[in-house]
């Protein structure tokens, strides 16, 4: 399935009527799995139509990733290949219960599967064997590889529930919004660590996407950095509120109030670079709207 930002593939092993990622589908879109898999599908929708692959949405499993992002409730695992970032091989998945996957029968082989995936798409494209052309592959796939069409995972898509995919949006929003700011401060994951009294670690754990972000959270957030993250509507003003990224219509923040550490041309958010107009203004990913 090819969307806004990602071309999703699947594979086949012989004799098997579904792909991999149907047998996913097929096998954990039952209510026991009810939230661990609305989870990794409502991250997946947002991947391909708004954001694309970037490696801070994956778990990394050697040479392959998995979904749910890191440090996120659910035992449920999706294995997959993220080869680009506009390009992501999706596989099977199981229950991870176990601290490594080496002591699970079942994730052992899905994982190990998706790795030698990986490693041998990786090496032909290095060879040359294998091309990427307009967020597609072109040459040798030694397996059967192909680009996800199947009724079943379009069906799964569609079936996302809006507030999974609104929840999905709004905790990589913030994360991406953290981060915007960290880069104009021209701070790290480490200062704003030592700012809040945490780990390195554990604020490296918050930006990988979808952490269960609470206002106590937010609040010392705030006050680490001294801007906020997400601003409150208040009555009789104008207000902003956190949304998509409309170029033409996004919160200005002066420079000047933000205190940067050193002097910047450019700041990257995660997609597009965003450049500083004159007047020191810089454009955030976040909709301005009038009331």
């Known amino acids: 399935m090819t969307m806004n930002k990602i071309t999703y593939y ?53 040479a392959a990733e998995a979904l749910p ?82 009724k079943i995972f379009e069906d799964a898509m569609n079936a996302v529930p809006a507030y999974g995919q609104e929840r999905a949006a709004m905790s990589l929003d913030v994360v991406d919004r953290i981060e915007a700011i960290l880069e104009m401060k021209g701070m790290s994951h480490r200062e704003l660590a030592a700012a809040l009294g945490k780990s390195e670690s554990e604020i490296s754990k918050w930006m990988r996407g979808t952490h269960n972000f609470t206002f106590d959270t937010i609040a010392k957030i705030n006050l680490a950095l001294g801007v906020k993250v997400i601003e409150i509507p208040k009555s009789g003003r104008k207000r902003t509120v956190m949304g998509r990224l409309h170029p033409d219509n996004a919160v200005v923040v002066p420079l000047s109030s933000i205190a940067p550490k050193r002097d910047i041309q450019e700041v990257k958010v995660s997609n597009p670079l965003y450049k500083i107009p004159e007047g020191q203004m810089l454009s955030l990913p976040f909709v301005l709207k009038k009331y």
């Open 10 to 62: 699947s594979f086949h092993i012989d004799g098997d009527d579904l792909c991999e990622v149907e047998k996913f589908v097929t096998t954990f879109n039952e209510p026991a799995y009810g939230e661990d898999y609305h989870n990794i599908m409502s991250v997946i929708r947002e991947m391909g139509m708004n954001r694309g692959a970037e490696a801070k949405y994956f778990r990394h499993e050697k």
């Open 69 to 150: 992002p890191p440090y996120t409730s659910g035992d449920v695992r999706l294995y997959c290949s993220r080869i680009t970032r506009d390009i992501v091989i999706l596989g099977n998945g199981c229950v991870k219960i176990t601290q490594k996957v080496q002591q699970s029968k079942d994730c052992l082989f899905h994982f190990e599967l998706v790795n030698a995936l990986s490693t041998q798409i990786t090496q032909r494209i290095v060879s040359g064997d294998l091309k990427i052309v307009n967020k597609q592959f072109e040459g040798n796939y030694i397996l059967k590889l192909e680009i996800v069409m199947s």
